[in-house]
């Protein structure tokens, strides 16, 4: 699917991002489309162990707007 990353704005072919990992949640949860540059970037600030679920929407909320 093309449109328009979320993060960088660019028009691009698009992942689907998982808001809570997959790992733990199964795929329930909201999806956030970004294209693939801009979603393993974001990959990289998820750490492995489990964490509260308002912790990965702080990841989403600040890697939008600040990294």
Known sequence: MKGICKKCGKFKHLTRHH???QR???G???IKRLCRDCHNKIELLIPFQKM???F???VFRY???EY
């Open 24 to 26: 733990w949640w199964q």
């Open 63 to 65: 890697f939008i707007r």
């Open 56 to 58: 990965y929407f702080q």
């Open 19 to 21: 808001l809570l990992p």
């Open 28 to 30: 329930r949860g909201r």
């Open 52 to 54: 509260p679920v308002r």
